[in-house]
């Protein structure tokens, strides 16, 4: 009797019933089964010792198998918790996306925001396209340290409308203590952090985004 020929069965009768409570064999169930068939074997016709250690093999694999899974289990949670560790002790630090970009569609202004870490007395945000070619320019006047929100009509320096796709955003200005600095779009305070559905998202600026998309975290 082969161990791979066992079938589970159920069988019903009006007086009585027969089931598996585990709906399925385990290695146990196969190992108590192998012991069966050595106990109860014909001592004229004993099983192949190679089908036993074939069989044994499959149970040593099976065993192997249901371990590793269960450490995998194990390290994917881990990670999970330290995912949101990371998120909870990001709070009130600086987070880079790697990405200053925004998206033109037709018939449609733009609105963005900028992150100034300190007051601002005069500035300017930069329009470009992708090889980097300034195509409109925003003047700003004082301004409060945080973020600040602008808008975009989609119109370059000549007063014509561009055609839809990427464009990036970058803002050169001075601050009140007369030293020039830069910001662009895609730099943000992380604000709070919302778990959901596993994952971990990072309120950056009017936006939460996953936090696994962020490319760099500093210091406020």
Known sequence: MAINALNTTTTTTASSSTTNPNSVLGKDDFLKLLLLELKYQDPTAPMDSEKILSQTSQLAALESSENTNKALETLAASLGASMQFSGISAIGKIA?????????TKGKNVDFQLYFPDDVTTGKINIMDVNGKVLHTMNIGAT????????????????????????????????????????????????????????????????YVDFSTIKEITGN
């Not at 880079?96 to 033109?104: E, Q």
């Not at 975009?152 to 055609?163: F, Q, V």
Request: hydrophobic share 30%; proline share 1%.
């Open 96 to 104: 880079d996306t790697g990405s200053n970009a925004v998206s033109l």
């Open 144 to 207: 409060d340290a945080g973020i600040a929100q602008y808008t975009w009509d989609g119109k370059d320096s000549t007063g014509a409308t561009l055609a839809e796709g990427v464009y990036y955003i970058e803002s050169a200005y001075t601050g009140t203590n007369g030293a020039s600095e830069t910001t662009r779009v895609g730099r943000y305070p992380i604000e709070a952090i919302k778990f959901d559905a596993g994952k971990t998202y990072a309120k950056l600026g009017a936006s």
